[in-house]
């Protein structure tokens, strides 16, 4: 399998998101202790970051992309690669944002419809490994070596319009 990112349980099948790819087995929690049958799903090679339920839809953060996991299938949903954490907006759960390794993306996701990506958000260029949204609405955006970055979006969130970023002289540890 290779190293293991992320691994969910999703419609009676596990899921491990690997370095080589999207694989799954069968899942019960009867049958736990019985050996796994896993297998790759195709054209899923590469790379995966996260695996997320998002309204009983699996999504699969990648390399190479984004992708909808339909049982032993994957469509496509974005090509911003690397596709990293995706959330609900807490400002507005019918919008999701996901850090990717060039930025954030924009995603829709309304009651009885399939998630959709809407598009990658202006103005704000950095790889985006770990993203949450605070209260205020503000986007805190952290890079695996530089800091952190606050991020406020325009009220479509399509577009930053203030990016502050945050290192070691503003306090935080190298």
Known sequence: FGTVYSSIIFNNRIYLGTNQGLFYSDWSPSSVLLPFNFRLIPNSQGQVWDLAIIDNELICGHNNGTFRV???????????TGGWAIKKLNSNPNYLIQGTY?????YQSTPNTSLKFVTKIAGFGFPSRYIEQDSKGEIWVAHAYKGVYKVTLSSDYKRAITVKYFDKKDGLPE
């Open 102 to 106: 060039t930025g954030l993306a924009l």
């Open 70 to 80: 339909l049982g032993d299938k994957i469509n496509w949903l974005s090509d911003a």
